[in-house]
């Protein structure tokens, strides 16, 4: 494994004893490697602009600038780095700010190591991940908005196709491509390509980013998909 090939992961957290726990798991794997520490979000995003950095685990709740602020600082100053957001509460208040605010990711502290490094890899692999139990309540907290944002959907309607247009509210549903795919009797490859498609149109990081969108936009309702 080359040097380039290894993914360069900074550990953003105001507990030592959390930073230290995260320190070892990034370490004991061959293909991530320490890109270094922070204690709050100023130091977070001084870090990030010092070294190469591919993804951030960032915690949320820290003194002088927290980690939502961190995160929308560094994903537009780095929009090739990609926020982790970590969290000690399923239903923590500042877990869908940050990903507002760029975090293509959203995990609990107390996820199993496997999962962390996990996540590591597919974020880094410019997919997003949400914790599967937070993965409704996520859709059901942005899709409590009663805003209708007409301009956002009809540019929304305008760069997609019909098809793209039908894959973004699927994947609205929180689902997974291999799920999307059995639901419209489609591969899994077909699924993955409208995928892309759909995020490199509408600029979006990943299909966190999307559910997003979908939802805050008024494009999908609780009970009205479309």
Do not use: W
Not at 178 to 201: C, D, F, N, W
């Amino acid at each position: 494994m080359t040097p380039a090939d290894v993914i360069r992961v900074a550990v953003v957290d105001d507990q030592e004893l959390m930073r230290s726990a995260l320190r070892m798991m990034v370490e004991s794997q061959p293909d991530l490697a320490l890109a270094g520490e922070a204690g709050d979000g100023h130091e977070a995003v001084a870090l990030v602009r010092s070294r190469r950095v591919d993804v951030v685990l960032m915690d949320l709740r820290m003194p002088r600038l927290d980690g939502i602020q961190a995160t929308a600082a560094i994903t537009a100053e780095q929009p090739g780095c990609r926020v982790i957001a970590l969290t000690t509460f399923d239903l923590d208040d500042h877990a869908f700010p940050a990903l507002r605010a760029g975090a293509s990711a959203f995990l609990l502290k107390d996820a199993r190591g496997e999962e962390i490094v996990e996540a590591i890899r597919t974020v880094h692999a410019g997919h997003g991940v949400v914790a599967p139990s937070t993965t409704r309540r996520l859709i059901e907290h942005l899709a409590a908005a009663p805003v209708e944002d007409g301009a956002a959907i009809a540019r929304i309607r305008a760069v997609l196709t019909p098809r793209e247009l039908d894959m973004l509210l699927e994947m609205a549903s929180g689902d997974t491509n291999r799920e999307i795919a059995q639901r419209l009797h489609l591969s899994e490859a077909t699924v993955k390509t409208h995928v892309g498609h759909v995020l490199a149109k509408l600029g979006l990081r990943d299909r966190v980013q999307a559910v997003v969108l979908a939802y805050e936009s008024g494009l999908v309702r609780p009970s009205r998909r479309g």
